[in-house]
């Protein structure tokens, strides 16, 4: 009789675990949507075998776990990928407004510049002209407002990027917090014995945001618990200890910096990596050449006119007078750049007062043309250099914005594949377990059966 109750038994076990495994399915197949959900699988094991009366019996079967699907090598990709889209992905937006604020057209600065040069070569047509005169100021007017308004658009860009790396700061670190969090939760529930399989992959989609946000890299220890690590290797989790990233107003810029207690490291691009590394390039590095070349652009026109200028004569018998305030220095001069002249009188067009003389509106007209940018550029070619330099950096962040989003895609879809819910396997699983209980229940019913023979025998 004890074997038909050790049936019993086994049949029960197997009901249960059928009902249980198709559960699973079932959780399976409601999360195929889910964002970063790993398949569920049931872990079947045996029950030890019992000696009875010299026969080992085996007692059945039972679900000693629940696993999660998962893939640590595409779990880095994921994360390499995420970093890398990131770092492109933040530069793309101001690369587009910095090719409008720098581009090559008649109603921007190269416009203005040509049109500079331009109202000489008119004025030496007529140098006794007050429209023409007058045509010279306006147009170096207009020279000095576009060279103003380039560099404050640009100034306007780079504190948006103050801006953007403050909420990417705030994300950070309401990201790493969570992380913490869960790895206290992960580490607890598991040192039961249970698994923490919703909570493992909530966490592997911060540890991918995370990188997307930041770069960096992560470990896990034996307790479960992520360390993650910023490129340069400085930690931003360990175990359940988080360290916050820091920002302060320096000047006119964002300074972001990690704090580790004892010591404040500031943050650059040589040590974080993803979207922050890009909004530092552009703020730090990238809007700052370009204000630079600006500058050297807009002191050299300043210096060969005013050094013309001043040889030339007015018509009110002036010289040595400059046609642009002279500038100390060379840094800030695009965005400090004036006129020094406000009366048509004072243009000086010949070497004499005469107003027929156009022999230094000649010159400056002539200058227009001169390579006289390190001695090998025009003002304008020099200027077309410089949105030369915004062209291909944008066209290289559009390249590998498609290249790295195609990439992340592409091992996206292979992790869905290896670890993600396929409705087709879970469709066979299903009939599988769904077989699997009906048998059971056969199996029950036909213990139960012969049960009740025996006992109406013994009966």
């Known amino acids: 009789m004890s074997g038909l109750i050790n049936a019993l038994n086994i049949g029960k076990s197997s009901l249960l675990d059928g009902q249980r495994a198709i559960e699973v399915v079932g959780n399976n197949i409601s999360n195929v949507n889910t964002e970063g959900y790993s398949r569920q699988v049931p872990v ?5 075998t019992l000696n009875m009366n010299g026969f080992m019996v085996g007692r059945g079967s039972k679900i000693d776990v629940l696993d999660r699907e998962y893939n640590n090598f595409l779990a880095k990709m994921m994360q390499e990928k995420s970093a890398a889209l990131g770092e492109e992905d933040a530069k793309s937006t101001a690369l587009d407004e910095m090719e409008r604020i720098i581009s090559i057209s008649e109603n921007g600065l190269s416009g203005s510049i040509d049109n500079f040069f331009g109202s000489w070569q008119d004025l030496t047509n007529d140098p006794g002209s007050r429209v023409n005169r007058d045509l010279v ?5 207009r020279l000095v407002q576009d060279f103003q308004a380039t560099v404050s658009e640009l100034t306007k860009l780079s504190e948006s990027m103050n801006t953007m ?10 990201s790493i917090n969570e992380v913490a969090s869960l790895n206290l939760r992960i580490s607890t529930i598991e040192s039961t014995g249970q698994p923490a399989l919703a909570d493992r992959d909530k966490r592997d989609l911060l540890l991918q945001k995370i990188t997307s946000l930041v770069g960096g890299t992560n470990t896990e220890n034996a307790a479960g618990m992520a360390s993650i690590f910023l490129p340069n290797g400085l930690p931003l989790v360990s175990d359940a200890t988080t360290m916050p990233i820091l920002t302060e107003r320096v000047g006119d810029t964002l300074q972001i910096s990690l704090d580790l207690g004892s010591h404040k490291y500031e943050l650059n691009t040589e040590r974080v990596g993803g979207e922050m590394r890009g909004l530092m390039y552009l ?5 700052p050449e370009k204000v630079a070349d600006l500058d050297k652009l807009a002191n050299g026109i300043i210096t060969e006119v005013n050094a013309l200028h001043r040889a030339g004569t007015g018509l009110d018998g002036n010289t ?3 046609f642009f305030a002279p500038l100390a220095e060379e840094a800030g001069a695009a965005g400090m750049i004036r ?8 243009v000086a067009a010949g070497d004499s007062s005469a107003p027929g003389d156009n ?3 000649l010159r400056l007209s002539a200058l227009g043309t001169a390579r006289v940018m390190d001695g090998s550029e025009t003002f304008v070619g020099y200027y077309a250099r410089i949105a030369g330099d915004v062209g291909v950096e944008a066209s ?7 290249g790295n989003r195609d990439a992340l895609t592409q091992v996206a879809n292979l992790r869905d594949n290896t670890v993600g819910v396929s409705l087709e396997e879970e469709m066979i699983s299903l009939i599988k377990f769904q077989k699997s209980f009906e048998a059971s229940a056969k199996y029950l019913s036909t213990v139960d059966e012969v049960m009740s023979q025996l006992l109406a025998i013994r009966g």
Not at 165 to 173: G, H
Request: proline content about 2%; hydrophobic content about 35%; cysteine-free.
């Open 396 to 402: 290289r962040n559009k390249l590998a914005l498609a």
């Open 359 to 361: 022999t230094n509106a």
């Open 320 to 322: 040595d007078r400059d």
């Open 44 to 48: 079947f094991t045996d029950f030890p």
């Open 137 to 141: 100021l306006q147009s170096g007017e």
């Open 339 to 346: 006129m020094n002249l406000d009366n048509y009188r004072e």
């Open 165 to 174: 790396l403050q909420s990417r700061v705030d994300d950070l670190n309401l």
């Open 283 to 287: 703020r730090d590095e990238f809007i």
